[in-house]
């Protein structure tokens, strides 16, 4: 499946689950056709959906957890185990991190957590195992002004009317919602195939191929790259 269609499939799951209009797709899809960029991150743009209502949406039909920023007290031993350039680069934010037994594991906040390249980057050059959850990207934005350059104009926009969420990271698959006050629960279509059990084979498949030696995980990356840009 190309580039392309993927980001058409988002906007007709929007469209089915009644978050957006046929019309608004449309101008979306011509906005896209004519500067490129991602569909969701149209949408937001012209006005069509809010990041956090895209951020829920995402969060059910690929049974990711979803991050409200604004709840979390970052710790700053948590930030500093991922460097600002990838950070920036792919759009995320270390919120939690536990040891046991020896192995790290990390919960990152991503604008986009079904990218594999951007996990296994930071799998492989700190050595940390990831957990993955979805939030707005001008929520990462600002968390990466706030927690990497110190910029104290930025507002971190911390609900302080409720203790911070203490996130137990061996529970987050069971506890999808990590968000405080939502207002509505985004329409799931269940008719349609997620994302989250594509994921789940990819994975398998890499690293079976890599275990056999039939090829690297370098290789495999760069393959998908090849096949994104076709």
């Not at 019309?23 to 991150?41: C, M, P, V």
């Not at 192995?103 to 195992?129: C, G, H, W, Y």
């Not at 927690?147 to 911070?164: E, G, V």
Request: charged share 30%.
């Amino acid at each position: 499946m190309t580039a392309r269609k993927e980001k058409s499939r988002l906007g007709e799951m929007l469209l089915q689950a009644g978050l957006i209009s046929k019309n608004q797709l449309n101008l979306s899809l011509a906005n896209q056709r004519e500067w490129g960029g991602k569909i969701g991150t149209i949408l937001v743009n012209m006005g069509f959906i809010k990041e956090e209502k895209l951020a829920q949406f995402l969060s059910h039909q690929l049974n990711i957890p979803s991050i409200d920023i604004s709840s979390i007290r970052i710790k700053r031993e948590t930030v500093k185990l991922i460097p600002k350039e990838m950070a920036e680069k792919y759009m995320l934010i270390p919120v939690a991190h536990q040891l046991r037994k020896g192995v790290t594991t990390i919960l990152l906040a991503m604008s986009d957590p079904l990218d594999l390249r951007a996990i296994d980057e930071i799998q492989f050059s700190t050595n940390i195992k990831v957990k993955a959850g979805i939030a707005p990207e001008g929520a990462i934005w600002r968390a990466i002004q706030i927690h990497y350059y110190d910029n104290k104009s930025i507002s971190p926009k911390l609900n302080t009317t409720k203790d911070p969420i203490k996130i137990n990271i061996s529970e987050v698959d069971e506890k999808l919602e990590i968000f405080r006050g939502r207002e509505e629960t985004p329409v799931s279509n269940h008719d349609d195939e997620t994302f989250a059990d594509l994921l789940v084979e990819i994975r398998a498949f890499r690293n079976l191929l890599v275990r056999k030696g039939v090829m690297s995980s370098e290789e495999f990356l760069s393959e998908i790259d090849k096949i994104r840009n076709q």
